[in-house]
Structures are given as structure tokens and as C-alpha cells.
């Protein structure tokens, strides 16, 4: 019988600490959160190797490694509200509730109501599970502290951007051809203002293929 038990703790041994990633509560989630459950079937044997595994559709579970290094970037605090785009199955949902007050998870009707019956099974009572169009986001009272795109974008509408506070924090991978990086955006007056975070690359999400301006902030 495969033993997850051990091949989460190797993940975070092997890909996630040496990657540089160090915060304690991203450590901790990683090692509690069952990423065997967030995979379909048949593939639970490989849920934690160093790939991006894909869910249908446009939509992938983003290789451990990469999405560390991207929640290290967000600074998530355990009093923060975050938006989680294109949630998939639900893992990503579930490792931010771990470290933050409330997960608002946003995906289509394909992975909808998998999200919500896997996340209600991992526990995550601090997740909330919406469905709609990914580019358009959600329909929210508050604005968000935080929030981090599952996919690969080349722009990021205004809709989106519109949901995060002054001052939040937004995290996403911006692809050009076959090359990718990760950056970290600050909301300043309304304004989002990039800067570089990491390579990576991953694949491009739906309706999110567009050229952008960047302002980058040192």
C-alpha cells in the first residue's frame, strides 16, 4: 500500500525546504493537508512528485514546489481574507486555510461542486466555494486582503483586480511563449504594482491570454 504519509513528509523535505521556502505555517500546511485527495482518480500515485497534474479542461494542480514559493510571496496572515482563482479540486483552497481566517474559492461549473464536496471532506471549514467565470471573479461584500490566481496568465482583468484592497497583495504567473514568472503585485491607490518574484512556468488559463501594461515598484 502507497504510503502518504511519508511521501508528503519527502515533499516538503525535498522539494518545498529546498526550494528555499521557509515560513512555518506554509511548512505546516503542507505537511497536514492530504494532497492525495485533491487529484483524480487513478493518479493519487503521483500526487505528490514534482509535476503539475492535470485536472480537465484548462485546469492543473500546480507542481508543490511552485505554489510554495507562490504563497511565500502572498504573505498570507492568519487574520487575512483571500481569494483563491481557479481552485480546481480544492487543494490550494485547502492549504491557504490553514494559514488564513477565510478562503473565498472561485471556479467554473466543471470543478465547482468537486471543490465544494472535497474541501466539506478535508475539514476546511474556513473555505467558501463559489462558481462562476474565473476571469470575472466574484461577487463579494468586502474587498480581499489577498488573492492568487491557479494558472498561468498573460493579463489579469480589471474585475479581479477591482476585488483586492488597497494594499493587498496579488501573486500569479505571467507566461510569454514558453518562458513564465511569478510575480507579486501591491495595490497602492488603485493601482497594482509588480514586481519579480520567481521563473516558473505553467500552463496559460482561459480568457486570461491578453497583453498588459506592468508597473513595476522596487
Given at each position: 500500500m502507497y504510503d502518504f504519509i511519508q511521501a508528503?513528509?519527502?515533499m516538503v523535505d525535498c522539494q518545498i525546504r529546498t526550494a528555499d521556502v521557509t515560513n512555518y505555517s506554509i511548512l505546516k500546511a503542507f505537511s497536514k493537508v492530504a494532497r492525495e485527495m485533491f487529484v483524480p482518480d487513478g493518479t493519487s500515485s503521483i500526487a505528490y512528485g514534482e509535476t503539475n497534474i492535470h485536472?480537465?479542461?484548462d485546469r492543473y494542480l500546480l507542481?508543490?514546489?511552485i505554489f510554495a514559493k507562490m504563497l511565500e510571496l502572498l504573505k498570507v496572515n492568519s487574520n487575512d481574507l483571500i481569494l483563491d482563482i481557479g481552485c480546481g479540486f480544492g487543494y490550494s483552497s485547502a492549504i491557504i486555510s490553514e494559514m488564513a481566517e477565510l478562503v473565498i474559492s472561485l471556479e467554473d461549473d466543471f470543478f465547482f461542486k468537486t471543490a465544494q464536496q472535497k474541501l466539506l471532506e478535508a475539514s476546511a471549514d474556513n473555505t467558501i466555494v463559489y462558481e462562476g467565470k474565473l476571469s470575472e471573479g466574484i461577487n463579494y461584500e468586502e474587498?480581499?486582503?489577498a488573492l492568487i490566481i491557479q494558472?498561468?496568465?498573460?493579463?489579469?482583468p480589471f474585475k479581479i483586480k477591482d476585488q483586492l484592497k488597497n494594499g493587498g497583495r496579488l501573486v500569479a504567473i505571467f507566461i510569454n511563449g514558453f518562458k513564465g514568472e511569478c510575480r507579486i503585485g501591491i495595490k497602492k491607490e488603485n493601482q497594482i504594482y509588480w514586481?519579480?518574484?520567481f521563473d516558473a512556468y505553467v500552463p496559460l488559463l482561459e480568457n486570461f491570454s491578453k497583453n498588459e501594461e506592468f508597473i513595476f515598484w522596487k
Amino acid at each position: 500500500m502507497y504510503d502518504f504519509i511519508q511521501a508528503r513528509r519527502e515533499m516538503v523535505d525535498c522539494q518545498i525546504r529546498t526550494a528555499d521556502v521557509t515560513n512555518y505555517s506554509i511548512l505546516k500546511a503542507f505537511s497536514k493537508v492530504a494532497r492525495e485527495m485533491f487529484v483524480p482518480d487513478g493518479t493519487s500515485s503521483i500526487a505528490y512528485g514534482e509535476t503539475n497534474i492535470h485536472l480537465g479542461k484548462d485546469r492543473y494542480l500546480l507542481e508543490p514546489r511552485i505554489f510554495a514559493k507562490m504563497l511565500e510571496l502572498l504573505k498570507v496572515n492568519s487574520n487575512d481574507l483571500i481569494l483563491d482563482i481557479g481552485c480546481g479540486f480544492g487543494y490550494s483552497s485547502a492549504i491557504i486555510s490553514e494559514m488564513a481566517e477565510l478562503v473565498i474559492s472561485l471556479e467554473d461549473d466543471f470543478f465547482f461542486k468537486t471543490a465544494q464536496q472535497k474541501l466539506l471532506e478535508a475539514s476546511a471549514d474556513n473555505t467558501i466555494v463559489y462558481e462562476g467565470k474565473l476571469s470575472e471573479g466574484i461577487n463579494y461584500e468586502e474587498k480581499v486582503d489577498a488573492l492568487i490566481i491557479q494558472g498561468g496568465v498573460q493579463t489579469i482583468p480589471f474585475k479581479i483586480k477591482d476585488q483586492l484592497k488597497n494594499g493587498g497583495r496579488l501573486v500569479a504567473i505571467f507566461i510569454n511563449g514558453f518562458k513564465g514568472e511569478c510575480r507579486i503585485g501591491i495595490k497602492k491607490e488603485n493601482q497594482i504594482y509588480w514586481d519579480h518574484g520567481f521563473d516558473a512556468y505553467v500552463p496559460l488559463l482561459e480568457n486570461f491570454s491578453k497583453n498588459e501594461e506592468f508597473i513595476f515598484w522596487k
